[in-house]
């Protein structure tokens, strides 16, 4: 015989905490309760596997259930001297749903089943009041008749408002009796009247149509919505936990509430919740009475003039702190509980682990372990790494006024404030004068880099999450919304249009790029604190993890950023963008458009000593730590101006004619530029190039061992190899510039030559590549777009179709793609150690910085993970999450 229901009560129960897959969570944590000896009113727990049942048979109950159930209420009976269906002591009951995961969207809850026309009278006699048996019977049919028998709730409220406004009562002055039995008799009236059947009468009959509203509610509209929204499976099916009642409104002395066991939002050691006296169910956060605080603390600090729980029933509050601390101690974390008192006596009716901020989570994780709770490492594993986000960077003050004018992507989180730009140049301009700018464009582009790091905050109108202005705001740390499409942005009268707002260039707006939202004028933000509790636990993580966590730059100020945040050496130094800068871009171009290779050593010749001061000062700031050079990378034309004015402009400059220039920018056109000249391709085409960044790298080595003593070990990168002999050739150039500058200078050089492994012949090909190279990097972005043969600056059109159809669950760009991109990585890692024992490797794409990519490095044995400076904390916290996860 299939168990079905399993019962708790009287100090034993037949489930426990570890059971919440066939008990869901209210029902497993009930039964936990229960046999720690707390005072929970008995009940029963119809397991989830009845709701999957009664779906895979046409919405039946399978045979053994309804026997199974009355035996569980035969037991509530004998603890509590009740009967069920009984006419002189009525046991009540509540029919309450709960699946695996906490899903609000499912049937609430239904209270004081049992009661009839004849039971509310013997009620009344038993306790002594008739005021609350009327009330509890009006409250049954009311949350019966709308969620049982789907009459709409406020047929129910307005008939009772009609009813108090006919008697000149006040919204929270208490119905009598009499006054609460004819409200009951209106509710009867009304639910025959639109539905054609009387409110049912008979105890067996109201609880099976709850049990089966119960299973039935679990494919409603709602809770399939959210499912889909939270990745439940259709397939886990609800519990249905049916308990006997106790009762929060038999005046006075009884009452009804929800607490923390610690503050939710700070994080705060200290019992934090509402309760309401003579009251019933969701009253407390119904909103119709103001709840009042239960410790006289928190009453204080609310100023509140009602007296605590504490003040008020010192005796169920003693009680009620000790049960708290009880939990907190069994659990182990911070609980989310509901309780019920009746005449005096606690009653526990929920606990489960309690959400909680970011802040508040980093707060109790670190308290917890200081109290011996839990260990240091189960402090590291509670925090979700995403969630740090909103730690590191200013956050719109909760309570400020938001003005809203608009929404896009989250793109990049934080949130800035600051006048309104359209332009680089302008942004440049203001910061200079010490000005505050957002930039806002419809889209943006690498020329604007310069722009962007001037800027606090920037907005765009057009693109994705994975949209050049969100990659790059990213990897800047610098707040975010992207594809704002409901705001115009006007260049030629320097407006931007929002409806029917309208915002000039050097107004003020204020962009929240953890939500999404664009809003007018300056708003109060919190400051980020990475000290305290913060600091404690990245202390912790690293003394966990394994795996080296790097940074990807190539700015003083984002290395110096990483440094602040954690990070040991640079991963990834992307050379070309030094080229952008400023007047630099000028001598690039300078270098791309000569006719000869003499034209380009003399344009390169200018380039060397920009490129040395750029590695010197980035030697300096990571003081002696690992920094991973990338030779040029992109294609050239990437330099280029395109539009016909810029033409102009640029030609004017170089002194060439604007056609000519015109002809040069066409003849570099590529068809398909991120397959075509770039990468190692550049070097073996233009050796000099190469030739150049050796030497400035070198030299800067030089100077640095010079000034600090410290030696430097310059790691150069050569990246796109497909091809073992592409790798020697590059190889090449760079040890012959290196023994040029032993020579000159004298002074010995060690120094590292590796390669990115960003195309799949190159994984494939390890072992032999290997030969040739100190170390591998794997360029997880390349990797992903030649690996799918998608290419990631137009994949935003079709993914999100993909990931909407179900054809991918994730974007591949953001969590690496396990099974393909990962079995390269894998074979990579294999095939490259074989041939080299201890054979370095690391990650520098996008991916280095995402939690889930993350623990794939780990899993493949990579030694470092290199990622943006503002995700180099998450990055330690979740290498240490993944070096725990594997028994670290
Ligand atoms: P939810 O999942 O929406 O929190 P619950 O099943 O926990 O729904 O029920 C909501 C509230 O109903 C509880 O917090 C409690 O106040 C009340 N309640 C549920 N069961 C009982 C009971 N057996 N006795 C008294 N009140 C109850
Ligand atoms: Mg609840
Ligand atoms: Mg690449």
Known sequence: MTKWVYTFGGGKAEGGAGESDRLGGKGANLAEMCSLGLPVPPGLTIVTDACVWFYAHGKALPPGLKDQVRAG???????????????????????????????????????????NDRSVQALGHDAGDARFAWDSYRRFIQMYGDVVMGLDHEVFEEILEDERARLGHELDTELSAVEWQHVVQLYKDAIEEALGEPFPQDPEVQLWRAIAAVFSSWMNARAITYRHLHDIPAAWGTAVNVQAMVFGNLGNASATGV???????????????????????????????????????????????RPSMEKLMPEAFASFSAICERLERHYRDMQDVEFTIERGTLWMLQTRSGKRTAKAAMRIAVDMAEEGLITRHEAVARIDPAA?????????DPRARRDIIGSGLPASPGAATGEIVFTSEEAVAAEKEGRKIILVRIETSPEDIHGMHAAEGILTTRGGMTSHAAVVARGMGIP????????????????????????????????????????????????????????????????????????????????????????EGIGLCRTEHMFFQGARINVMREMILAEDEKGRRAALAKLLPMQRSDFADL?????????????????????????????????????????????????????????????CRLAISYPEIAEMQARAIFEAAVDAARETGAPVVPEIMVPLVGLRAELDYVKGVIDAVAREIIDESGIGIEYLVGTMIELPRAALQAHSIAEAADFFSFGTNDLTQTTFGISRDDAARF????????????????????????????????????????????????????????RFCEEAGLDYVSCSPFRVPIARLAAAQAAIGQGG
């Open 619 to 679: 030697f300096s700031i990571m003081h002696g730590l690992p920094v991973t050079i990338r030779l040029l990378d992109p294609p050239l034309h990437e330099f280029l101006p395109k539009t016909d004015a810029e033409i102009a402009d640029v030609a004017l400059g170089l002194g060439m004619e604007p056609a000519a220039l015109r002809r040069r920018v066409d003849a570099l056109h590529e068809f398909n530029p991120m397959l075509g000249h770039r990468g």
């Open 388 to 396: 740090l986000d909103q730690l590191l960077h200013p956050t719109i």
């Open 73 to 115: 209420i035969a037991g509530m009976e004998a603890i509590t001297g009740r009967t069920f269906g009984d006419t002189r002591k009525p046991l009540l009951l509540s029919v309450r749903s709960g699946s695996r995961a906490s899903m609000p969207g499912m049937l609430d809850t239904v209270l004081n089943l049992g009661l």
């Open 480 to 567: 975010c919304v992207s594809g704002a499409g409901n705001i115009r942005v006007d260049l030629r009268n320097e407006q931007i249009i929002a409806g029917p707002i309208v915002l000039n260039k050097g107004d003020l707006i204020t962009i929240d790029g953890s939500s999404g939202q664009v809003l007018k004028g300056r708003i109060a933000m919190l400051q980020p604190e990475l000290s305290g509790d913060f600091g404690r636990i990245m202390q912790w993580a690293d003394a966990a993890r394994r795996m080296t966590v790097r940074t990807n730059a190539e700015t003083p100020q984002d290395a110096r950023a990483a440094r602040s945040f954690g990070a």
């Open 259 to 305: 607490a923390f066991t610690r503050n939710p939002s700070t994080g705060e050691k200290a019992l934090y919740g509402e309760f309401l006296v003579n009251a019933q169910g969701e009253d407390v956060v119904a909103g119709i009475r103001t709840p009042q605080s239960i410790t006289e603390a928190a009453r204080l600090a609310s100023g509140g003039d």
């Open 799 to 854: 993914l999100q179709t993909y990931i909407e159809k179900g054809i991918v669950s994730r974007d591949p760009f953001v969590e690496l793609d396990y099974d393909g991109v990962g079995e390269l990585i894998r074979i990579a890692s294999e095939r490259g150690r074989r041939t080299k024992n201890g054979l370095k490797l690391g990650i520098c794409g996008e991916h280095g910085g995402d939690p889930t990519s993350i």
